[in-house]
Nanobody, 123 residues
Framework: QVQPVESGGGLVQTGGSLRLSCAASGRTFSRYTMAWFRQAPGKEREFVAGIPWSGGNTRYADSVKGRFTISRDNAKNTVYLQMDSLKPEDTAVYYC????????????????WGQGTQVTVSS
């Protein structure tokens, strides 16, 4: 099991950038698919981006393709989400999650979740 802890959220203007980090405890971090989800006020939580243990075959929601980049450093037990060209509709609480299912983007496959970090994009 790994326990994710997110950091890096904040307030940014439209068009700006933020980088979220997720540090995960546990010696088996490199075996897990890691992903970012987000939940905006009044909306369901949704998948944003995911990366399997190998680092390749990354997946993105259509709404963030070309703007967000997910990466991981297994030596540091950390996964990152670089967010560029931010829009007000990106405003949400962003969650980091871990799954034993290779390459999954299904929320139900993710058993370990962080507490979330708020990202607010002002117009």
């Amino acid at each position: 099991q790994v326990q994710p802890v997110e950091s890096g959220g904040g307030l940014v203007q439209t068009g700006g950038s933020l980088r979220l980090s997720c540090a995960a405890s546990g010696r088996t971090f490199s075996r897990y698919t890691m992903a970012w989800f987000r939940q905006a006020p009044g909306k369901e939580r949704e998948f944003v981006a995911g990366i399997p243990w190998s680092g390749g075959n990354t997946r993105y929601a259509d709404s963030v393709k070309g703007r967000f980049t997910i990466s991981r450093d297994n030596a540091k037990n950390t996964v990152y989400l670089q967010m560029d060209s931010l829009k007000p509709e990106d405003t949400a609480v962003y969650y980091c999650a871990a799954s034993a299912v290779f390459g999954s983007s299904q929320e139900s496959d993710f058993g370990s979740w962080g507490q979330g970090t708020q990202v607010t994009v002002s117009s």
